[in-house]
Every structure is written in C-alpha cells, then in structure tokens.
C-alpha cells in the first residue's frame, strides 16, 4: 500500500509541474517567455474591437480628464505620446476614440463634451504624425460608465477617452 501511495504521489507532482510548465506564455517559435519579457509580449499583442479600458489593444492606454474639460493634462499628454508612438509604429492598426463622461449633466451635454475629449485626443495624435484617416471618434457621453459609484474616485475613472482597434 505505501508503495502505491508513493507511485500516486510521484505521479501528482509529474502532473502538477507539466501544468505549471505548460502556463508560461511561449512566443510564436515556442519559446518559453517569462517575467518583463512575457510582458513586453504582451503590450504588443491586441485583440481586434479590443479596447485599452480591459487593457486588450496592445500599448495603447486610456487617457483622463478633468471634471467638465476636455484639455490635455501633463500626465494624458505623456500617455497619448506613448500611444502614438506606438500607432506609428504598427501603421496598419487603425482605432476609434471614444469620449466618456461621468453621470453629472445632461446627456445632450456630456454628449458634447464626450466628442469634445475624442476630438482633443484626436488631434494631438495627428499632430504627432499619425495618419487621421485612421483615426475615428465617437461620444457615448455618460452611457458607458465603467465605475459605478457616486463619488469622485469613480466618476473620475468615467471621464475619459479610451481606443478601441477596428483595424489590425
């Protein structure tokens, strides 16, 4: 019987190390990537109609504005560069911006406002180089809050302009 048990524990730590070995993310030749590697992987790869709010379009990060403002701050400003950059980089990706506000106003009004943000992220993305004909933009002003909460640290979250990539 300890014979047996021991056999049946052998072969639960076989099984167990496979599936761990079988975890790591492997590049397109099979190699095994781990740690910042994995992670450099990772911050190239998206997902078509993935979007930057569930971190599926690749390096390109959601930017946040001020309460009723659709002016670039300091911090969306670096942000846009890095998504620039990388929308130079892969010249085929094309994207749509999409401005959001949080639940305060109208909706005639944060409509308004939800292009003025898409706008602004727009053209500071032409400025830098990128192809406006591959840039699209659309408002869903309050509509598509992505934190639900009635205080500030949520509607913060909601007044913001994320991508999505129609085209890859």
């Not at 740690?35 to 078509?48: E, I, P, R, V």
């Not at 994207?95 to 898409?118: F, K, T």
């Not at 591959?134 to 009635?150: C, L, N």
């Amino acid at each position: 019987m300890k014979s047996f048990l021991k056999s049946i524990s052998t072969v639960a730590v076989f099984v167990l190390a496979l599936s761990f070995y079988g975890c790591a993310s492997q590049d397109k030749k099979g190699e095994s990537l781990t740690g910042s590697d994995a992670a450099a992987k990772d911050a190239t790869a998206f997902d078509l109609y993935g979007d930057s709010d569930n971190s599926k379009a690749g390096a390109l990060k959601t930017v946040y504005f001020d309460f009723n403002s659709s002016t670039l701050t300091g911090s969306t400003e670096e942000t846009l560069k890095g998504n620039a950059s990388f929308l130079k980089e892969n010249n085929k990706v094309k994207v749509q911006v999409e401005g959001h506000c949080d639940e305060r106003g109208s909706i005639q009004y944060n409509l308004a406002l939800g292009e003025r943000r898409a706008k602004s992220v727009k053209d500071y993305l032409v400025a830098s180089g990128v192809n406006a004909d591959r840039i699209t933009t659309i408002s869903y002003g309050k509509e598509k809050p992505i934190a639900m909460g009635q205080d500030e640290d949520s509607w913060s979250k909601n007044r913001r302009g994320n991508f999505v990539v129609t085209e890859k």
